[in-house]
């Protein structure tokens, strides 16, 4: 087609078990899911990764995201980001933040508003229903106001609180969308 100009696009997921709890320990993270091994640093499962955020605590969890910084010799932009989530028992996600360059920080919600989603519903099979809790998955879609010039890697931080009780956090992974500079 004459007068169109496409831009080369491409994106990625992080399966759960991608995702790193900065804050270690039984003063953070309480026992989930029937495991009591999992105290200190929550569970990682085929499907998901979950952490009971013990009650008063602030929790930081980092997805490292594949950065394609070139492609074909073409420099890359980062076009927005994605989570899927879910949180129980009065856990929030309380802010958002995309690391990059090193030490750049960009915050992409406001600290104490929870994200904007839209919901993902999961029916499992039935002769596997015993083995799925019930889900209550979100999907949260970020764009970059400006598409940000890739040179480093990316990284999906996000913050998580329990107020007055333990709270679950349940993460399924997260993406990023990337294309050409144009």
């Not at 009650?55 to 969890?61: E, I, L, R, S, T």
């Not at 508003?113 to 519903?121: G, I, R």
């Not at 889900?135 to 949260?140: D, I, P, V």
Request: hydrophobic fraction near 40%.
């Amino acid at each position: 087609m004459v007068g169109l100009s496409r831009r080369n696009t491409s994106t990625v997921w992080q399966p759960s078990a991608a995702v790193v709890l900065q804050e270690h320990g039984s003063e953070f993270v309480a026992a989930i899911d029937d495991a009591p091994w999992s105290e200190g640093h929550g569970f990682h499962r085929g499907f998901f990764s979950s952490f009971r955020i013990r009650a008063g605590k602030n929790v930081w969890f980092h997805f490292p995201l594949q950065t394609p910084s070139k492609s074909n010799g073409v420099q890359q932009v980062l076009d927005a980001v994605s989570l899927m989530w879910e949180v129980l028992d009065g856990a929030q996600i309380n802010w958002i933040v995309l690391q990059h360059g090193g030490m750049e920080r960009m915050p992409l919600t406001e600290i104490g508003t929870e994200p904007p989603f839209e919901s993902v519903p999961f029916d499992p099979p039935e002769q596997w229903r015993e083995y799925y809790p019930k889900a209550a998955r979100r999907l949260t879609r970020i764009t970059m106001e400006q598409p940000l010039p890739l040179r480093f890697g990316l990284q999906l931080s996000i913050g998580v609180k329990a107020a007055d009780c333990d709270g679950t956090v349940r993460f399924y992974g997260a993406g990023a969308e990337f294309s050409d500079n144009a």
